[in-house]
């Protein structure tokens, strides 16, 4: 497989897609292109196949069979790592099975692993990342604020270069319901006459129906993916979808899926008859009581889509216990969702800072009773 790399018309330079302007930019001529126009000038977008000379095609063979490490015994691990050649520098490229776009750490061009996306894994949709890394910076920083035992390892410079956009796989389901729900419902009403008590209990025969249209329930799709990373940052405008072009993925890091709808279709289909039926025992107000006797969701044209959506993500190494902890914000809203580390000599400086003084005052009253 061969790498691509979106290249500028105009010099020959790197494109990257600019999330504030949702076009692509020029780092070098700063020249500026939108969707349509990269086109409208090559039916490619501006892609440029790494295999397009002897070496390059060669790369591209090499990068289904070269060894990026080795195992017990020798044997090639290809289905963890597979090296790539980048095609501005030369430079070789490692990245495991499911990267489908990265940058090289030579020249730091952003480079689209060809064929990672391809056929079957061709996503349908990619939801372009409408926050860029300085407003994720801010993002991130504005969160901190109030967070004042987090080591300052956690926010360092070198900390903050390591801020990055992603693009996660995530499965999308719709499907029409219509769902039915019969039950009893009462109403009660007490009333005092003289020492007596009355209650008058009637009750109501209840039906709620209706066809409900549900779009895009969403799956994470990559086993690696931190769930609770990728799921507390939903949710997702889903209407502000493209349809997917590799051009977007310049300038980010995207995966591929290694999970097939068939894993998420009966939990799907569970949550969205349980919203159904929520929905419908939500419609029935003014009633005591109420017992459901019976109700039913038929699902009606499911219909599963494969859609690219964007994070960005920061993650940090504990050096003394090896725990992992992360910073994620949504690419689209700026959701956020993190776990912190602690630092335990700002905690107890924090403490003695409080007690302290209060202990001095203790002994003093102390030495003058």
């Known amino acids: 497989m061969a790498t691509v790399s979106i290249k500028c018309p105009n010099c020959g330079g790197g494109l990257q897609f600019d999330p504030a302007g949702q076009d692509y930019e020029c780092e070098y001529c700063l020249s500026r292109f939108t969707q349509k126009e990269l086109e409208r000038i090559a039916p490619k977008a501006g892609e440029e196949p790494a295999g397009s000379n002897g070496a390059d095609a060669q790369a591209g063979k090499t990068a289904q069979q070269q060894e990026s490490f ?6 090639v691990d290809t289905e963890q790592a597979k090296v790539y050649t980048c095609p501005s520098c030369g430079a070789e490229i490692v990245t495991d099975d499911t990267t489908a776009a990265s940058f090289c750490f030579y020249c ?8 990672r996306l391809e056929g079957k894994y061709h996503p349908d949709y990619v939801l372009p990342f409408a926050i860029d890394r300085e407003q994720a910076t801010e993002i991130f920083f504005g969160w901190l604020k109030k967070k004042r035992f987090v ?3 956690f926010y360092g410079p070198e900390q903050i270069e390591k801020m990055t956009g992603v693009y996660f796989p995530y499965w999308l389901y719709s499907c029409q319901v219509e769902g039915r ?5 009462t109403r009660l009403r007490v009333w005092q006459a003289g020492n007596m008590q009355y209650t008058e209990t009637q009750k109501y025969d209840v039906s709620r129906s209706g066809t409900m249209d549900i779009r895009h329930v969403p799956r994470n799709a990559l086993k690696k993916a931190d769930k609770k990373l990728v799921e507390r940052v939903m949710p997702f405008d889903t209407r502000a979808m493209k349809p997917f072009s590799m051009g977007f993925l310049s300038g980010f890091f995207a995966e591929k899926r290694d999970m097939e709808r068939e894993q998420f279709q009966a939990e799907v289909e569970q ?4 919203f159904a039926a929520d929905s419908l025992k939500s419609s029935i107000g003014g009633y005591n009581t109420m017992n459901i006797r ?22 940090y190494k504990e050096a003394k216990t090896g ?8 690419g689209q809203s700026g959701k956020v969702c993190g776990k912190l580390p602690v630092d335990t000599k700002k905690l107890w400086i924090f403490f003695a800072q409080i007690f302290a003084p209060l202990l001095a005052a203790l002994l003093a009253v102390g030495y003058l009773i």
């Open 70 to 75: 080795q195992g017990d015994g020798g044997q």
């Open 108 to 115: 730091h061009n952003p480079v689209i692993l060809q064929g």
């Open 151 to 153: 080591p300052s390892d």
């Open 181 to 185: 729900l019969d039950g009893e419902g």
């Open 271 to 274: 949550e969205v008859r349980g």
């Open 294 to 315: 019976s109700q039913e969701a038929k699902i009606q044209g499911p219909n599963w889509e494969y859609a690219l959506l964007p994070v960005w993500t920061l993650t």
């Open 323 to 330: 725990t992992i902890y992360y910073f994620a914000c949504n």
